[in-house]
Each structure stands twice: as C-alpha cells, then as structure tokens.
C-alpha cells in the first residue's frame, strides 16, 4: 500500500491516507511519528475503551407517599393544638399589666429556679423546646416534677405526662392561671 507522503519540513510529512495507517507503517519502519491536526495539536490515536452509559436519560418514578395513618394524623394535630394553645397563653407579670412577664431564657438556674417556683405555687409554665431533631415547640405544661435533668409535666389539652429534657429546654415562662 502506497502511502503517498510528502515532505513540508524535514520533520513534517503529510499524506492522504488514513493517519492510523500511517502511524503504523512509519513504527514498523523504525520511526517515532505522532499524529498532529491542521492546527498542530496532537491526535490521540489510541482506541476508544467501551463505555457503559449513565443512565442520566432514565428518570426514576417518583416514589408515593402512603396514605397518613390515624396515629400520625392524630400527632399531627396534636402538635397544631398545642401551638395554638402557646400562643393564647397569658403571661404572668408579676401583678402589673404593664410589668414584664416572668421568664427564665436557656437551661441554666434561672430555668430550674422559675420551673420549681411554678411546682410550689402550682403554676403553669409555657416551655420554649428543641427536640432531638431540632424541631423548636412551645408547650403550656403544668410542672408535676423536677428531677434528673428532665421536667415531668402535663401538657395542657393532654392527659398524658410529658417528659422535657432540660438541656434542650429554651426558655421557660410563668403563666397566669
């Protein structure tokens, strides 16, 4: 097979052959060629490796949401119910109207002061929370016990006893009765 190559410089031939013929003629002959474009950038002539296809093309069925259980609806409201009661809570103010309200910021003594003070008059507290997933919820709870590290309570609209953490409690209010 004639490769029909002509000299442009001493070290540049061209040819209208295919360059991967060329390449492997001029090797076989003892030369070191390298396949350049019209621009003088190196051709990679190296075979092309298979490749197996991203899949970006195929879209996954988004996946349905099974129906809400009576249990989860119930939370769900349960939770609703129990913003709605915070928010409506009064504030105790010490006996004057124009008088701040009675409240105790993070979980330090200030906090266990104001909760033990709400457990010997008998009080209501509206308790500022962070759950372990940190979910901030506001509570109207009346204090049953202090001990722990928790503050065992009953949330208002409930009759079940509540347990609170009170590294996670954020604030703690004095409520009227």
């Known amino acids: 097979e004639h490769l029909a190559l002509r000299a442009l410089a001493p070290t540049v031939a061209i040819s209208p052959s295919e360059v991967r013929t060329v390449i492997d003629r001029l090797r076989d002959a003892g030369f070191a060629p390298a396949g350049e474009d019209s621009s003088g950038s190196l051709v990679d002539l190296r075979e092309r490796g298979s490749r197996v296809s991203s899949g970006r093309g195929r ?9 809400p259980t009576a249990d989860q609806l119930q939370s769900v409201v349960s939770r609703m119910r129990s913003h709605d009661r915070a928010t ?3 504030p105790a103010t010490a006996g004057k109207s124009d008088a701040a309200p009675v409240r105790a910021v993070g979980g330090g003594e200030s906090t ?4 033990q003070l709400a457990l010997r008059a008998n009080r209501r507290l509206l308790v500022g929370y962070v759950d372990a997933h ?9 204090p049953r016990l ?3 590290g928790q503050l065992v309570g009953t949330e208002e609209g409930s009759d079940d006893e509540q ?4 590294h996670r409690v954020t604030s703690v209010e004095l409520l009227d009765n």
Do not use: D, E, K, Q
């Open 134 to 142: 940190g979910s901030a919820s506001r509570h109207v709870v009346t």
């Open 112 to 115: 266990t002061a104001l909760i």
């Open 59 to 67: 879209r996954r069925p988004t996946p349905r949401r099974s129906t």
């Open 88 to 90: 409506r809570a009064t």
């Open 146 to 148: 202090l001990g722990a």
């Open 163 to 166: 347990h609170f953490t009170l």
